[in-house]
Nanobody
Framework: QVQLVESGGGLVQAGGSLRLSCTASGRTFSSYRLAWLRQAPGKPRAFVAA????????YYLDSVKGRFTISSDNAKNTVYLQMNSLKPEDTAVYYC???????????????????WGQGTQVTVSS
């Protein structure tokens, strides 16, 4: 199993930046694809970004392209989400999640992620 712990959420004004961190422990990390997902109040969870631990290939939700960057530090077993030019509609609980890199289903499918962190709140004020 993989254990995931997020940090870095908070309150920021529109146009500001935050960096979220997700530290993983447990099994061999190169076997996993890590993702950030979010859940806004009253809405279902949504895909934000993903990265393959071994190849570094990244995927993004269209609305965050150019503003958010997902990256990994393999030596620290940590995945980051750098969020710039934040908007009030980015307000949500952000979750780190993981699934096997061998899973051939779309990375955008929330249900395919087997391991989840506890979430961290991001609030963007207007």
């Amino acid at each position: 199993q993989v254990q995931l712990v997020e940090s870095g959420g908070g309150l920021v004004q529109a146009g500001g930046s935050l960096r979220l961190s997700c530290t993983a422990s447990g099994r061999t990390f190169s076997s996993y694809r890590l993702a950030w997902l979010r859940q806004a109040p009253g809405k279902p969870r949504a895909f934000v970004a993903a990265i393959s631990w071994n190849s570094g290939i990244t995927y993004y939700l269209d609305s965050v392209k150019g503003r958010f960057t997902i990256s990994s530090d393999n030596a620290k077993n940590t995945v980051y989400l750098q969020m710039n030019s934040l908007k009030p509609e980015d307000t949500a609980v952000y979750y780190c999640a993981a699934r096997s890199v061998g899973d051939g289903r779309s990375v955008y499918l929330i249900a395919t992620y087997s391991y989840w962190g506890q979430g961290t709140q991001v609030t963007v004020s207007s």
